[in-house]
């Protein structure tokens, strides 16, 4: 079974600053997709970026990006210019390729931004 | 375009009672599941299905039960509640192709007394 890990339950970051949220993962599989969601106060779950495991390039949306390291099996977050909106709490997620019907989920991380 | 619709938003049981969390998607996904989120704990999944008349158990499924009559909807059974499964409940559908994204319900926050 493969395992989702995130390592801080709080972080803290202040407005326009870069904060970077770390993710680790267990899997023997060779092709994976990984996730990042973020939940606000509303409870909605939104997709925030994504990685396909085969991809060296890591992928980027606007202010986010994030640093694969397939061998290290590591994914982390990185929030550039962060904004108030940007409080949350952030979610990262493993999917298989292959019979990959859901999505297995680490514990989350709570994010604070402050003014 | 709805989405993912999860009915009710909130409720409150007794326990022992039984209702039904509903789940329903009109954009004709074929995988949909069902996760709890519990503080400190992430989603957990608790029953998934890859189509119409097929579902299977996740990490977490004692206590719950689910069918797929239909593509559209996925209702989540819990036949005698208990204090542990106070939580809230996430239903999410995506298609069956490899590479896509899960679009996720608004979430059924249950409290079971």
């Known amino acids: 079974a493969q395992t989702v890990t995130q390592s801080q339950p709080e972080m803290s970051v202040q407005e326009a600053e870069t904060v970077t949220l770390s993710c680790t993962y267990d899997?023997?599989?060779?092709?994976?997709?990984l996730f990042w969601y973020k939940q606000p106060p509303s409870r909605q779950m939104i997709l925030v970026i994504r990685?396909?495991?085969?991809?060296?390039q890591n992928a980027t949306e606007n202010r986010f990006s994030v640093n694969f390291q397939k061998a290290a099996k590591s994914f982390s977050l990185k929030i550039s210019d962060s904004q108030l909106g940007d409080a949350a709490m952030y979610f990262c997620?493993?999917?298989?390729?292959?019979?990959?019907?859901?999505?297995?989920f680490g514990k989350g991380t709570s994010l604070l931004v402050t003014p | 375009n709805a989405g993912v619709t999860q009915t009710p938003k909130f409720q409150v049981l007794k326990t022992g009672q039984s209702m039904t969390l509903q789940c329903a998607q009109d954009?004709?996904?074929?995988?949909m599941s069902w996760y709890r989120q519990d503080p400190g704990m992430g989603l957990r999944l608790i029953h998934y299905?890859?189509?119409?008349?097929?579902?299977d158990q996740g990490e977490v499924p004692n206590g719950y039960n689910v069918s797929r009559s239909t593509t559209e909807d996925f209702p989540l059974r819990l036949l005698s509640a208990a204090p542990s499964q106070t939580s809230v409940y996430f239903c999410?559908?995506?298609?069956?192709?490899?590479?896509?994204?899960?679009?996720f319900g608004q979430g059924t926050r249950l409290t079971v007394v």
């Open positions: 999410a559908s995506r298609p069956g192709r490899v590479n896509t994204e899960a679009f």
């Open positions: 899997t023997s599989e060779s092709d994976y997709y």
């Open positions: 990685q396909e495991a085969y991809k060296q």
């Open positions: 997620a493993y999917r298989r390729k292959n019979s990959g019907y859901a999505l297995n």
């Open positions: 954009m004709n996904h074929e995988y």
């Open positions: 299905s890859v189509g119409a008349g097929i579902t």
